[in-house]
């Protein structure tokens, strides 16, 4: 997203590093009420797309590893190689056919193999690259795989009424910006990104959470704006007033919001015989 006034600078920062780290209380919950929010979407596509007995898998950025455990659970894929910088809440709950690799995908040297699914959910949006990386995940694809990528919409337009959700809101994706790059003003071009990068046929749907009081979503929400409160102040858009007034927002009826949307793009690998065709 551009943001007025600062150019096209980006935070030097990184996820886990600057801000969300996971060595923080209830850092780990916070994931998980993002997976409460958004694992039973994630998982009706995966399985949708054919995910089951005989698939080989690649989760980047796994997380806690709900996405990963539920592939082998549920959907009976044969392996899951789960990968993040910091592998501390994958290693916490091991499960036949889960490896886990503590592992940067941005590195030269990011080379774990081919698979049938290659998955990346949240993890895009805050690093740099954004097109040699969609490029980069999609040479992971074995033919005939898929590449799956999710990341966050911004839905508040220059429109949207005013209230405390929309102010923090708007903070925060600014000061993560300034803090650690992140930026989903280019998530929309995910499916054009896919078929440059020779996937075919591509497809994208959005899922919005209700943001309801109580609801993971809104939790999810309330834990991150506390987590980035530091970079939100830095704009001197809001002030921790601002933020505790959002948060109690979110947990009254009052709020009538729109949550921020996951977008799902996907892309399949030609197999060998048809790229000639």
Not at 40 to 50: P, S
Not at 131 to 153: C, H, K, N, Q
Request: some cysteine.
């Amino acid at each position: 997203m551009s943001v007025p006034g600062r150019g096209d600078a980006r935070g030097s920062g990184r996820y886990g590093e600057a801000v969300f780290r996971p060595e923080q209380a209830g850092e780990g919950e916070r994931i998980d009420f993002g997976a409460l929010a958004y694992d039973d979407i994630t998982m009706a596509r995966l399985r949708a797309l054919g995910a089951g007995p005989g698939w080989h898998c690649l989760d980047v950025g796994a997380g806690t590893g709900t996405v990963s455990r539920r592939l082998l659970e549920e959907a009976g894929v044969a392996s899951v190689l789960a990968v993040d910088r910091d592998v501390r809440f994958l290693r916490e709950r091991p499960v036949p056919g889960l490896d886990v690799r503590e592992a940067d995908v941005t590195a030269p040297d990011f080379a774990p193999g081919r698979f049938r699914l290659v998955h990346a959910r949240f993890v895009l949006m805050h690093l740099p690259e954004h097109e040699r990386l969609v490029g980069r995940l999609a040479e992971l694809v074995e033919p005939g795989g898929v590449l799956v990528l999710s990341d966050a919409v911004d839905l508040l337009g220059d429109r949207t009424p005013d209230s405390p959700y929309t102010e923090v809101m708007r903070a925060m994706w600014r000061g993560l910006r300034d803090t650690i790059g992140t930026d989903v003003s280019w998530v929309p071009s995910y499916p054009r990104l896919l078929r440059e990068a020779g996937l075919v046929p591509v497809a994208a749907e959005i899922h919005v959470p209700p943001l309801e009081p109580g609801s993971p979503i809104s939790r999810f929400w309330a834990d991150t704006w506390e987590r980035s409160r530091a970079a939100m102040r830095a704009t001197g858009l809001v002030d921790d007033a601002a933020v505790d007034a959002a948060i109690r927002y979110l947990d009254s009826e009052e709020c009538a919001a729109l949550s921020a949307g996951m977008l799902t793009a996907w892309g399949r690998k030609p197999n060998m015989d048809t790229t000639t065709r």
